[in-house]
């Protein structure tokens, strides 16, 4: 159509100026067709990519065909469909520069027909686009799956540059899809760092762009309480605001500024609004018993010792927690959990759970007394205190299901006897989800070693903002499995869905959530809507994919991280010594986490970076490394050398001690050198060190090598266990 309309004005504007003869008039003619011709020839056609993240299920092209976009195409509607023709209107006019016409559905359409059809599908939040030449349909199992049809065809479209119009074409064929999970979340944790209501909303666009439809609000924490509750005013009248914050990791120096915020119940109400139409699910989450700083700050009476207690300015566990024995705070967290319930329609309310510790429990006579009253024993497995607070979880389950709703807690509610229906959110690894699993607990994957995105994505955290450590590139969360080996097939569908969390004691500004966000949550969302076969996944074709993903990060201003456009390749090796690749043989055995290949990653030449789980490490926790290397035939030697990595965030500390012997038969050794390493500083940065061992030459044929670890110090959260030692390439020269 808008070729021939072409054709006719550009013919029409010679005729005008050249008023000409017939024969001459056949010439122009001729001489437009050229002129079409070659404009068509020269010129690249924007075409529709359906090859978008995450990837529909069924693919279907016709062999030609195609449906044209332009600014005179309409959106007609079935009833209910309202908001997504609106949606599709504006995201075409975001991408090709111009709104379409929506109107509801005559029955007559030209253009692209939005419907319902429940019967065609077996699962929801199902899609089908139909494309042809006239018309493009886009058939739902309800409304969730006309808009994940919208977001495929709105990913799929050709980005017009600025300030121009572009008609898409549209290939002609069939797609087909549905999501794995029906549960496919993203957490936020405005607590730490306070994220404005804009900025959350722009949060909950980023889920609804990667077919998300869970968003887990962290809306209490030590640091601070974010949501008004009108029995309770002091929550966010003191509660919501510190008066500083730590400055760097020593946990000594903090700033004066005062921070905070707090999201009132109108405000909420409005977001819940805002989420639904995108058909994303608002779970809000008090953070409980544990991590209630900032309620005890403003009820000191909520404690175990009655305060006072400050909004907490540093970062970490604290031990001052609600009070399980005084039934006035169990009528404080229900009047919460109401007003909480008052707000967010949510199937699902988070209550938390995690890091409480126990200690003001078992000091507290009323904690105690209640311990008595309850008849609760401890066993082999947990103590009183731990069942105690089961007793406080289990109480909260049933305040949220006398509404009709359902409990998620962190895997710590399974330390206990944890209520039969609540939801086990994973996140300390897998292994608390699959025992959730084989209770026949419902439970969504989230765990840290693939799923916290508050950690670095690049190996080389100086080109980085700064953030809590850690190494979790892009390549990891694709790697990720959410449905374990162990568990049949019956219990695999208790995995009712996957997410992935942002804390933010790092992260301060929403620019930077979005840099760790994307593309880690690209990733994600391949996985929670295909979950792809692990055999079939392919690394580069999903990058590829990402490419257009990038463009429309570009197009909304997301910020994002870009170090999988530009990977950069790493040959750290070292130079060939005594050592290279000569048998070698572990007297301890590494971690098993961390043992890689084994004790041959410690002579093949190629050496660690920063990122301790690149497998070129070995690691080591509660025992030393403990190394002997055969070279084969004696040898002149004079110097050891090894590195070792420092990660104090992740419990990885430089060695204490080191020391060489060295032995003729391989029986008898002798120490030819010693080294004390003074234990590293928060003062001190991060990072990859070499240590070096002199001795008077020898000449020997076997070389044993021994590092040995620092316990944690007190300035560390960790104080009191053994610090981590990695240590990678040992040369011997
Ligand atoms: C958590 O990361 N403490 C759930
Ligand atoms: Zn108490």
New binding site residues.
Partial sequence: MAVLNRFFFIHKVFLFIFAPNPLTMKKISLFCFAVLLLSACTQQRAEANYDVIPQPKEVNLNADGHFLITATTKVYYEEGLEREAQFLSEYVNDILGYPLQTMAFDGQAQGIVLKQVPEDFDKAEAYEMEVTPKLVTIKGSDAAGVFYGVQTLRKSLPIAPEDTKLPAFLPCGTIRDWPEFAYRGMHLDPCRHFMDLDSVKIYIDMLALHNMNQFHFHLSEDQGWRIEIKKYPELTKVGAYRDGTVIGRNGRLYDSIRHGGFYTQEQLRDLVQYAAERHVNIIPEIDLPGHMQAALASYPWLGCTGGPYEVWKRWGVSDDVLCAGNEETMLFVEDVLNEVMDIFPSPYIHIGG??CPKVRWEQCPKCQAKIKELGIKADDRFSKEDYLQSYVMNRMAKVVEARGRRVIG?DEILEGNVSETAII?S?RGTEGGIEAAKKGHDVIMTP?SHL?FDYYQSEDPATEPSCVGGYLPVSRVYEFRPLPKELTPEQQKHIIGVQA?I?TEYIKSFHHVQYMAMPRMDALSEIQWNNPDPESRDFDAFVERCRHMAQLYDLYDYYYAKQIFNPQVYTDTVAPNLATRKPIFLREEPNEKYASKGAVILNDGEMGRIAYTSGRWLGFWGQPLDAVIDLEEPAPMSHVRFRSLVNKGAWIYNPSHASVMVSDDGENFREVAQLDIPITTWMDNDGNFTYELEFEPVTARYVEVIVKDHMLPEDHDGYGYPAWIFVDEIEVF
Avoid: S
């Fill in positions: 995690d890091e962190w959110m996140w840290a916290y969390n804390w």
